[in-house]
């Protein structure tokens, strides 16, 4: 995984002792989707000299077919070898992460990846020389049909840290575990979640550049495990109604050059500097335009209702669950914010910057959050809210993406060329789920109507 800093000689050496005869270049499109291109070894110096061209008109949210010609160019860093595959003749397939170039060579604005190095850059500028980043993502295990399609057939009839025989996708995760250690991942900790067929992974916190790219080989690990083991895995945020969905809490802290927390202060009474309280008053003054972000899809708001342990209030606590922020016991070198609301059909490249660049603009501004909330917002009435000051997160995907849309500082965060794709796409995407009569309204209106 990155971290390691290789060469491309080193690369080189690699794949001729590992017998690797594939090479799959991968990027990330605007909505989070990875893409890859496959190459032979033999096309390796081309990879490794930043020569690999791809059509970028093919590619959501990218370019016009006038202007389709693109550069990927590899994170070296990223080169590791996919424990599980092979082709015909025993050859190993290697994975790189590349950043995408326009066919003038320039860094492509449309690009996640390069969207996430500029909000660390302006992190840098402010005086924060690393953005850390801990996620704690969510999927649900479903059996497949006869023909290999997935259904929503749950694998087990587990709860939460429930074992076998309960837990019928114990080995699905060992394996996978096993298989994330292989590629250098350094699991924390992994157990059955709250809903049946439903499950968690957590690895160890990281830059959020490395962090970002973590999510993504995650995602494809569990896919890719699960599939071999006879089942289907899901990241969407809310398969089966009734119990609870699957989120992608993400936490993070600051540390400056002198590898201090930037979040800790001892003096506080909660252990809390002005940094992590202003930092804190940016998320929430953002909130719901990072929403749109950090909940994509119309399926998300699906998960975003009370009931269901998912926060649906933009406010804060260091004592329950209930708000989208919570601060975490732990202080010194692991003081932190935790964002609460995150699914994981988040683009994470985008979606960090948009919570980094939030938390920075109420750092340069002073924003200091509302007070805490230390009681249980579901058992407050409207009332008791509004004089708390806490707001609704919206409660559809439309409402999110106009509150993006009206949002400066997270459109900048994320730019233009991506707001203006992503804002298109998801309308698209909402006004295809409204003309969609579904088994509910049949359920409900059919016969009394």
């Known amino acids: 995984m990155a971290g390691t800093q290789y060469t491309k000689e080193d690369i080189k050496q690699i794949v001729a002792d590992e017998n690797v005869e594939f090479i799959r270049v991968t990027f990330t499109d605007v909505l989070g989707t990875i893409k890859n291109v496959e ?16 059509d970028g008109s093919s590619i959501e949210g990218f370019v016009r077919i006038n202007e389709s010609d693109m550069y990927l160019y590899p994170d070296l ?99 996978i575990v096993l298989t994330l250690e292989k590629m250098n991942f350094e699991v924390e900790a992994a157990h059955h979640e709250v809903a049946e067929g439903q499950h968690e992974v957590d690895f160890k916190y990281a830059n959020a550049l490395e962090a970002a790219d973590k999510i993504q080989t995650f995602k494809l690990v569990v896919k890719t495990v699960a599939r071999r083991n006879g089942y289907y895995a ?31 202060d001892k003096a506080d009474e909660m252990g809390l500097s002005n940094t992590a309280y202003h930092f804190l008053g940016g998320i929430l003054t953002h909130a719901t335009a990072i929403t749109a972000l950090a909940n994509p899809t119309v399926n998300s708001y699906k998960r975003l ?3 269901f342990e998912a926060p649906v209030y933009v406010a804060w606590s260091t004592s329950n669950r209930s708000p989208m922020v919570r601060v975490p016991a732990s202080r010194g070198q692991a003081t932190r914010l935790e964002l609460r609301s995150v699914d994981p059909t988040a683009n ?88 969609y009569v579904s088994k509910w309204e049949l359920d409900t209106y059919l016969d009394n109507y």
Do not use: C
Request: aromatic content about 10%; overall charge negative.
């Open 77 to 175: 860093s990223t080169f590791m070898i996919f424990p599980w595959e092979t082709d015909s003749h025993g050859g190993k397939v290697a994975r790189l992460i590349a950043d995408v170039y326009t066919a003038d060579r320039e860094p492509f604005p449309g690009d996640p990846r390069y969207v996430l190095r500029e909000a660390l850059a302006k992190a840098k500028d402010a005086g924060f020389t690393q953005f850390n980043v801990g996620t704690e993502p969510e999927f649900f295990l479903f059996k497949l049909d006869d023909k290999g399609n997935p259904t929503t057939e749950l694998n087990d009839q587990g709860g939460y840290f429930d074992l076998a025989p309960l837990d019928l996708g114990e080995n699905v995760r060992r394996e």
């Open 234 to 264: 899901t990241f969407m945020p809310k398969p089966v109604s009734g119990i609870n969905g699957s989120g992608m809490h993400t936490n993070m802290s600051l540390f400056t050059a002198d590898g201090k927390n930037a979040f800790e």
């Open 305 to 307: 209702t009370p009931g």
């Open 348 to 435: 994470p490249y985008t979606s960090l910057a948009a919570m980094l660049v939030a938390g920075l603009d109420g750092i340069k501004r002073e924003i200091e959050p509302r007070a805490s909330v230390d009681k249980n917002i579901y058992l407050m009435d409207e009332a008791e809210r509004k004089k708390a000051g806490i707001t609704d997160l919206p409660d559809t995907l439309l409402a999110a993406v106009e509150d993006l849309a009206a949002d400066e500082v997270i459109v900048d965060a994320i730019g233009r060329h991506i707001a203006d794709k992503f804002i298109e796409a998801k309308k698209i995407e909402y006004t295809s789920y409204r003309q």
């Open 39 to 54: 190459v032979p070894t033999s096309q390796l110096d081309k990879v490794l000299d930043n020569d690999l061209m791809f």
